[in-house]
């Protein structure tokens, strides 16, 4: 089963997906964690132009592009062969990214943007997305604050920069994008504790392996 994580910066993915996988593999489950950009060798690369603060004169075109391409050899180099393997795969971030963060956040067409990723992931749809949604303010005090005690702030802090009405512009877009695939994409609220964040996931991810054993 392939289950991907979004929402805005500092909504805590990182730390919902490492409790996850230590449930599905309390449970026998073989998963793999990845992520974009950068889950593949060439990913690497591409996360540190996409991601360096460095780079802010990036036009939003070159930007989707490198995430196109990202993604076109994370899918075929990473996700594919695990879960053609039988693994669970759980991804930080996928295509709906390029949506909330290119179409609502830099203004591109989102359906055009839906479009170049069909291209970009042959066929490759999670089944499975869980959004998790933070106040826009919080979450982004929470990213600048991991990035400086991390010492990313420049490495990876482009997003982290942005102003506060273009996060608040992604949310609202990752919150359009699941009223148009409520059976793929599943909201959590990520103001909670991590515990009970965690167990709403688990939750959610428990009824639809068990309602697709032929995924697992």
């Known amino acids: 089963m392939f289950i991907t994580f979004e929402g805005i910066e500092g909504t805590g993915k990182s730390t919902q997906i490492a409790l996850l996988k230590s449930h599905l593999e309390a449970r026998g489950r073989s998963v793999l964690v990845t992520c974009e950009p ?59 990214s390029t949506v909330a963060y290119q179409a609502y956040g830099r203004g591109l067409d989102a359906d055009m943007l839906h479009s170049l990723n069909e291209l970009a992931v042959d ?64 909201t959590v609220d990520a103001g909670g504790t991590p515990e009970a964040i965690a167990a709403a996931i688990r939750g959610i991810v428990d009824q639809k392996l068990e309602a697709a054993p032929q995924h697992a």
């Open 38 to 96: 950068g889950g593949s060798r060439i990913g690497r690369e591409l996360r540190r132009v996409l991601l360096s603060l460095e780079n802010r004169d990036l036009c939003a075109r070159a930007e989707l592009f490198l995430y196109l391409a990202d993604r076109a050899q994370h899918v075929a180099q990473v996700v594919r062969p695990a879960l053609e393997a039988g693994k669970v795969v759980l991804c930080d971030r996928f295509a709906d």
């Open 123 to 186: 066929g490759l749809w999670p089944e499975l997305t869980i959004l998790l949604d933070l106040d826009t303010r919080t979450g982004v005090t929470r990213a600048v604050a991991r990035n400086t005690a991390e010492g990313k702030t420049v490495a990876e802090g482009r997003f982290e920069a942005e102003s506060l009405a273009f996060h608040e512009r992604v949310r609202l877009g990752y919150r359009a994008w699941a009223l148009r695939f409520p059976q793929r994409i599943r």
